[in-house]
C-alpha cells in the first residue's frame, strides 16, 4: 500500500519562506508523476505544482510560478515544494499526490498524503 506524508508546514509571515517535504512508502518514488495542491476554507482544492516521472519536468500554477519550486529525490523518496516570498492568500492546507501520469487535475492522482497546514499572515 502507497503512504503520503507531508510535512514542513506552519505560521510565517508574510513574505518568508517554507518548504514542505513528502515522503512516499510503499512503492518506489520513481514510479510516480507527484503533484502539490492545496485547499483553502470554503474553496475548491486547486493544483500548485507537479513534476513528471520521467525527466522531472515541472509546472506550475500561475500564481506561485515564480516563487514555488518543486523537486524529487528518487533516491529518498521524498517530494519537496519550496516556498519562497509567501502571501497571505497562499495560506491552505498542502496536499502531495501520486499518480501515473502528470497532471493538473486531482481526480488524475491515485494516492493522497493527509495534509499540512501553511498559515501566512499578514
Known amino acids: 500500500q502507497v503512504q503520503l506524508v507531508e510535512s514542513g508546514g506552519g505560521l510565517v509571515q508574510n513574505g518568508d519562506s517554507l518548504r514542505l517535504s513528502c515522503e512516499v512508502s510503499?512503492?518506489?518514488?520513481?514510479?510516480?508523476?507527484m503533484g502539490w495542491f492545496r485547499q483553502a476554507p470554503g474553496k475548491e482544492r486547486e493544483f500548485v505544482a507537479r513534476?513528471?516521472?520521467?525527466?522531472?519536468?515541472?509546472y506550475y500554477a500561475d500564481s506561485v510560478r515564480g516563487r514555488f519550486t518543486i523537486s524529487r529525490d528518487n533516491a529518498k523518496n521524498t517530494v519537496s515544494l519550496q516556498m519562497n516570498s509567501l502571501k497571505p492568500e497562499d495560506t491552505a492546507i498542502y496536499y502531495c499526490?501520486?499518480?501515473?501520469?502528470?497532471?493538473?487535475?486531482?481526480?488524475?492522482?491515485?494516492?493522497w498524503g493527509q495534509g499540512t497546514q501553511v498559515t501566512v499572515s499578514s
Open positions: 510503499g512503492r518506489p518514488l520513481s514510479t510516480y508523476a
Open positions: 513534476i513528471t516521472r520521467s525527466w522531472s519536468i515541472t
Open positions: 499526490a501520486a499518480g501515473t501520469d502528470s497532471d493538473s487535475h486531482p481526480s488524475r492522482y491515485d494516492y
